[in-house]
């Protein structure tokens, strides 16, 4: 087994958690915690201030993930009901017709399952409008933090 650099190790996993905030279901805050701590375990480098700071951007990346799709549901008026509905729906369509499975699938969702609630077409729209920006939003929010742990990472390790 040929031995890998591990700055190299740790710039691709830091450089593929930004490209996995665009892609359902891929984790790219724990890319970013995995590529800054491989880096710190095999070298000792940063100093572990920098380390902290680093994972804790990571972790808030990972709840952006977890939490954004829901809350953007929940902030429109959708019940706790049809927020599960919907995100089973979009797991499901993401096998089916891939990150536009998930958009649709949870936007149509919600749609369906608050018209059917309220008997309201404009609140139904209203609600999966909020929903699936919230969706998108997220995923550009979580490309933002994780760039900020890559500059923050080969800042440290180069200045």
């Not at 958690?17 to 000792?44: K, N």
């Not at 409008?129 to 969706?135: C, D, I, R, S």
Request: charged residues 5%.
């Amino acid at each position: 087994m040929l031995p890998v650099d591990p700055l190299y190790v740790a710039v691709v996993l830091l450089v593929a958690a930004v490209a996995a905030s665009f892609v359902p279901f891929v984790p790219g805050g724990a890319l970013s915690i995995a590529g800054v701590g491989y880096y710190w375990y095999a070298t000792g480098e940063p100093n572990l201030l920098v380390v902290a700071l680093l994972v804790s951007i990571g972790l808030l990346t990972l709840a952006v993930d977890w939490l954004a799709g829901a809350l953007s549901a929940r902030y429109g008026g959708a019940s706790l009901r049809t927020t599960a509905i919907a995100a089973v729906t979009g797991f499901l369509l993401l096998f089916v017709l891939g990150p536009l499975g998930v958009v649709v699938g949870v936007g149509g969702t919600v749609f369906v399952a608050e018209y059917y609630r309220h008997g309201d077409v404009e609140r139904g729209l209203r609600t999966a409008a909020y929903a699936t920006v919230g969706m998108l939003a997220s995923s550009v929010m979580q490309a933002l933090l994780s760039g900020v742990v890559l500059v923050g990472f080969l800042l440290a390790v180069f200045v």
